[in-house]
């Protein structure tokens, strides 16, 4: 079993519609979550980061990290077409630990 | 502008040669990272350095050298060794060992002739 599993879709919405994305891992002692954007044929930028479970919002775009069930999501609201990209899950162990775990991304495509 | 450069976009290797991937930061970082990208397989971590003169393997090494002379930068050089290169390689860097978020450079592609 891999460290994380992310569905790598594509996922097509319209407009405006809510994009929901999600990882699980199976190492428990993951502490701190990423989520980064990668436009194609480009680096992936950091879009949100959190820290242990709850939720955390940004924008249109909230983190949510379920630690119990090893779960994390990312929504966006309102859904526009430059949402279209590969989104990746990232997770880290603990203060310190700086190597991270990647899931293999999920790409969107949101219709105008 | 602060950021990281990679250089060349675009890389093409014949067989047998070596090729050195760039990678320049001016964040003023002490960790960088080499990640190779394929398709469906997500970022696979190739080398990290945390400090000058210093660095460790990731979990795909073979195949890959590195060198970290100074802060800014950390070249990757793809070896004959290394049997299947073509991929999209992304360098990143860190504030430091503890800092999880890494900022990461534009890419390179590298092509196989």
């Known amino acids: 079993q891999k460290e994380v599993e992310q569905d790598p879709g594509p996922l097509s919405v319209p407009e405006g519609a809510i994009v929901s994305l999600n990882c699980t891992y199976s190492?428990?002692?993951?502490?701190?979550f990423m989520w980064y954007r990668q436009y194609s044929r480009k680096g992936p930028e950091l879009l949100m980061y959190?820290?242990?479970?709850g939720n955390k919002e940004d924008g249109r775009f909230t983190a949510q990290v379920d630690k119990s069930s090893k779960y994390i999501s990312l929504f966006i609201r309102d859904s526009q077409p430059s949402d279209s990209a590969t989104y990746l899950c990232?997770?880290?162990?603990?203060?310190?630990?700086?190597?991270?775990?990647f899931g293999k991304g999920n790409q969107v495509v949101v219709i105008p | 502008d602060g950021g990281i450069t990679q250089s060349p976009k675009y890389l093409f290797r014949k067989e047998g040669q070596n090729v050195t991937l760039s990678c320049e930061q001016n964040?003023?970082?002490?960790?960088m990272y080499w990640y190779r990208q394929d398709p469906g397989q997500g970022l696979r971590l190739i080398y990290y350095?945390?400090?000058?003169?210093?660095?460790q393997k990731g979990d795909i090494a073979e195949g890959y050298s590195v060198s970290r002379e100074k802060k800014e930068s950390f070249p990757l050089t793809v070896t004959s060794a290394q049997k299947n290169p073509t991929a999209f390689y992304l360098c990143?860097?860190?504030?430091?060992?503890?800092?999880?978020?890494?900022?990461f450079g534009p890419g390179t592609r590298l092509l196989v002739l």
């Open positions: 990143a860097s860190s504030m430091d060992r503890y800092q999880e978020t890494q900022y």
């Open positions: 350095s945390q400090i000058v003169n210093d660095f």
């Open positions: 964040l003023n970082h002490d960790a």
């Open positions: 190492n428990s002692a993951f502490q701190y």
């Open positions: 990232a997770m880290s162990l603990y203060y310190g630990n700086n190597r991270l775990a």
């Open positions: 959190t820290y242990s479970s």
